[in-house]
């Protein structure tokens, strides 16, 4: 590969000198069929050829040098003319021969360096295309850049159609490059002056690109200035922003502390106005019991005077069907009344049943209880025996210990007194090993067993604590349990309460009930006027305003309507009530200029 890249850039080398002397001497303009050209393109193929991956697809191994070349296209914009008037061109039908295409194109647009140059500096956008011992990943990659800036100097006019680029063979033609020496002799000095001319050429052209970039290091410039002098502007914009809301927040502030005073204000207002209307609604309970003794009174008295008013019969039949129509909707409330007591019934019977489930629930844990209880003392039993085997196998360790020491003392004193009963002892011995060795297969297998039961006893323990835990969830059920029967006595407590409340409520709506037919009975034969129902009010007939908690409905006496305590603040004595009563303010007045006109 080293000497495949050296080769490479020897012959990039040579034809590129060639092909500068041949354009020297033609005039610096040339066309496709240019010998020394060819052979550039040639050399340049086989440049960007070296150490490609070869591709694998379906169809079969792909091997093409126009895959980089596209990569060109993402990394300087300028040349994303170049690819798409190659990918557009319908002769070329290979990806060789748009690679060639490419490579027209790009010399003529004297850019060819440039391009490679930004393929050569992203080596991380190659590997996907070259081997890591390719000529374009190596520094010969470079060199040949360095090399392709001079031709930049030539023109070249090469025309795409009618060339087939597909088919035609890359193979470098050597006979250019080889010359006679006579012909060296004779153009040293056509080679000076084209030196010089080439060198001239190429300061003039590193004298164009250091321009350009001079002038686009210039537009970087204004504009990070531009948005320099911006995010100043935005600055001082976002710090005047927080200065007016933190203005805002305290104007804000001082609202909210307004609107709190406003607030308490209005809730003691409304605090004293249902002071007064209590006490206005006590006044008028009173006035309607002494109401109703006086039209009793005079019900009594009308009972005589009905037989003389025969003419008023009519009058009185309308009046009965308006009663009929009041008694319907009376009814009404207390079916709806008994419907409410019902559904109370209802759920005290739901109640009933949620306490007797609770109960089945109680007295399926209790027997849980009892089963876990019992589980447990059988646990126990199991760990005290497991403890006594313990201390009886502990007790046995301790008896084998103090056989053995015994027996290890009887043999020193057996060897100290008998020296010459050596074979006999010595048997004695083999056999207290092998009762040693006996003794502590058995102590490992007590030990064995010891673990064993060690094991069985954490088990039990993990068993009871669970079943203590189980124990405790009982309690807390237990305690669930006595909560809810309070709960269950309290509810029975208030719907007991409730059914009196309604009971007391069925015997003042009766006595209610009663009590109205009779006022509205007196008034409407008093008064032609129409006795307006609550339910029908929303709003004052005068102010026109809603009604609610702290502005409560009031009848006026004299005309019927329902008015709020302001609009009917007023008393008068009407000839049906001994006493001063509620009338309205247009009432009022009106009852006041007929006072003064009657008496006038």
């Known amino acids: 590969m080293m000497e495949e890249r050296s080769n490479l850039t020897h012959m990039m080398k040579l034809s590129i000198k060639v092909l500068l002397q041949s354009a020297l001497s033609l005039g610096r303009s040339l066309d496709a069929d240019h010998a020394p050209l060819q052979q550039f393109f040639v ?10 991956k070869v591709k694998k697809s379906f169809i079969g191994q792909s091997k093409s040098f126009f ?4 990569l060109v296209e993402k990394l300087c914009p300028e040349a994303a003319d170049i690819a798409t008037s190659v990918r557009n061109l319908p002769e070329l039908k290979t990806a060789v021969g748009r690679g060639r295409a490419w490579l027209y194109l790009a010399l003529m647009q004297k850019k060819l360096a440039d391009y490679l140059k930004v393929l050569v500096d992203n080596k991380h956008l190659l590997s996907e295309f070259y081997e890591p011992e390719a000529l374009m990943m190596e520094e010969e990659g470079m060199v040949i850049v360095g090399l392709l800036v001079g031709l930049n100097v030539l023109d070249a006019n090469l025309c795409l159609k009618g060339e087939d680029l597909d088919s035609q063979v890359g193979v470098i033609d050597f006979s250019l490059y080889l010359k006679d020496v006579q012909d060296l002799d004779g153009s040293k000095e056509h080679e000076r002056i084209t030196d010089v001319l080439d060198q001239k050429n190429y300061v003039e052209e590193l004298n164009r690109h250091l321009s350009c970039t001079v002038g686009d290091l210039q537009t970087k410039i204004d504009g990070l200035e531009k948005t320099n002098s911006k995010l100043q ?14 203005e805002e927040q305290q104007q804000l502030r001082e609202q909210n502390e307004l609107i709190r005073e406003r607030s308490e204000k209005s809730v003691e207002i409304t605090k004293q106005d249902t002071k007064v209307e209590l006490e206005t609604y006590k006044q008028t309970r009173q006035g309607l019991d002494e109401m109703y003794s006086d039209v009793w009174k005079q019900l009594k008295e009308e009972k005589r005077v009905r037989l003389e008013l025969e003419k008023e019969l009519e009058l009185q039949i309308g009046m009965k069907m308006e009663m009929e129509i009041a008694m319907k909707l009376l009814e009404k409330d207390t079916h709806e009344k008994q419907d409410t007591l019902v559904a109370l019934r209802q759920q005290l019977e739901e109640v009933k049943a949620i306490n007797l489930q609770m109960f089945h629930k109680v007295q399926n844990a209790e027997s849980s209880l009892q089963q876990k209880n019992e589980a447990i003392t059988s646990f126990e039993g199991k760990t005290n025996q497991v403890m006594s085997s313990m201390k009886q196998m502990e007790e046995r360790l301790h008896h084998s210990e103090r056989a053995r020491q015994g027996a290890e003392e009887r043999s020193h004193k057996l060897q100290q007194e008998l020296g010459g009963k050596v074979g006999a002892l010595q048997l004695q011995l083999a056999q207290l090993h092998e009762q040693c060795s006996s003794l502590e297969k058995e102590l490992k297998s007590e030990k064995e067993q010891r673990q ?9 323990k993990d068993t009871s604590s669970l079943l203590r835990t189980e124990l405790q969830q009982v309690k807390g059920l237990k305690k669930e349990l006595r909560e809810l029967q309070d709960e269950k006595a309290e509810l029975q407590k208030v719907c007991e309460e409730q059914e009196q409340a309604l009971q007391e409520m069925g015997l003042h709506l009766s006595q209610s009930k009663l009590k ?24 004052c007939k005068q102010c026109e305003k809603e009604f609610s908690i702290s502005r409560r409905k009031h009848h006026c006496r004299n005309c019927g309507h329902i008015f709020c305590n302001a609009c009917s603040s007023n008393e008068l004595a009407l000839p049906s009530y001994p006493k001063p009563v509620r009338v309205c303010d247009s009432c009022h007045t009106l009852l006041l200029q007929r006072c003064s006109s009657t008496a006038s």
């Open 67 to 70: 895959g980089p070349l596209e």
């Open 516 to 539: 109205m037919e009779d006022i509205k009975e007196v008034n409407k034969a008093l008064k032609g006027h129409t006795w307006l129902k609550d339910d029908e009010a929303t709003h």
């Open 43 to 52: 050399v340049m193929e086989h440049c960007l050829k070296h150490g490609l």
């Open 452 to 460: 064993a039961l060690q094991r069985e006893l954490q088990h039990e």
């Open 233 to 246: 502007e935005e600055l001082s914009a976002a710090t005047d922003r927080i200065c007016s809301l933190q």
